[in-house]
């Protein structure tokens, strides 16, 4: 079903309206790295809070997490617009669901941080990023768009949370990885994991490597960035942490996080999203299944990017 949007004009010489998908994802600006970085943090101390502090254990902890993760998803495969809580809240499930998954992989049964059951940090972390390349194999075969700010397909947006799922597992037992496997200990691994991702950030500014290229390696690292500075807000002063506990330090980054989340809700309100064209499948020419709301606009032909001409101030 589509609807009119008045006031959208495209540019002169458009003839008649044409379908538009309302964005589900949010525009990758600094807010979004920010408000990623917290929400993977609070993943990280989250399911230690449960899983150690609590004595829950990974496995019984990681069931919970995953039906979080299923109701909120499936909650934002639904939305027909972008809403900042509930994106946020699925990318939240996903660390907490994957801090579980990787720690039950690397570390066994139980909850502890020092159970040795497991396949180890190493081993954890070479399937992970298997399983993510055979993710990625995956997407690039059904012909969906890499850029993830313009993905307009349903089909598009579950490889996005399946994407992101395991990234953010795999970040879990990288982080665990430069942790417990080197020299470094959870201070050395946040830095060093700093020092990448301005790395990145001028490679973003400064060089022509793709930029989707550039997210990915980002989005996966900012996950061992929050669990090493998860760990290093929690941890007791003796073992170089500053000793706020893991619930502590859970409601400190809840409360940032909600923060953050509610500020980039009134951003887009004040600055709505843009539209998308609406999804053409690349091998056959014909619609697929759009993952937002479809509305009608005059504007410029479908296939070109349409979201600063839809809208002069798209922010988010």
């Known amino acids: 079903m589509s609807s009119p949007i008045s006031g959208v004009d495209g540019p002169p ?17 600094v807010l979004f790295w920010i408000l990623k970085t917290i929400a993977v943090t609070l993943g990280e101390t989250a399911g230690d809070e449960f899983g150690i502090t609590l004595r829950i254990g990974y496995v019984a902890t990681a069931v919970v997490f995953l039906l979080f993760f ?13 809403h900042a809580f509930l994106f946020w809240a ?22 502890a941080s020092t159970d040795a059951g497991g396949i180890g940090y190493t081993a954890g972390g070479a399937i992970l990023t298997g399983m993510l ?25 579950i490889l996005y949370w399946i994407a992101i799922l395991v990234s953010n597992t795999l970040g879990t037992s990288s982080g665990d990885v430069l942790a417990h496997d080197t020299p470094l200990g959870f201070r050395g691994a946040f830095f060093v994991i700093s020092g990448v991702m301005l790395v990145l950030i ?17 989005f996966v690292l900012t996950r061992p960035l929050g669990a ?17 506990g893991t619930l502590w330090g859970s409601v400190a980054l809840l409360a940032l996080l909600i923060l953050f989340t509610g500020y980039q809700g009134w951003q887009v309100r004040r600055y709505p999203l843009g ?19 479809v509305v009608m606009a005059k504007g410029p032909r479908p296939e070109q990017n349409v979201s600063s001409t839809v809208n002069p101030n798209p922010r988010g």
């Open 133 to 157: 390349a055979i993710v990625f194999l995956v997407w690039w075969r059904t012909g969906q768009t890499y850029d993830v700010e313009n993905i307009a397909t349903r089909k598009g947006e």
């Open 228 to 244: 090493a500075g998860g760990d290093y807000l929690v941890k007791p002063v003796d073992e170089h942490g500053l000793g706020w």
């Open 70 to 82: 299923l109701v909120v998803v499936a909650a934002q495969v639904r939305a027909k617009r972008f």
């Open 90 to 111: 699925v990318i939240l499930s996903t660390s907490m669901v994957g801090t579980e998954i990787s720690d039950f992989m690397n570390r066994g049964f139980g909850h």
């Open 275 to 293: 539209l998308l064209a609406a999804p053409i499948n690349p091998r056959t020419g014909g619609p697929q299944r759009p993952n937002g709301l």
């Open 202 to 218: 001028a490679a973003h500014y400064l060089t022509k490597l793709n930029g989707t290229v550039i997210f990915w390696i980002a």
């Open 13 to 29: 010489g458009a003839q008649q309206p044409v379908e538009y998908v309302m964005r589900k994802l949010p525009h990758v600006t």
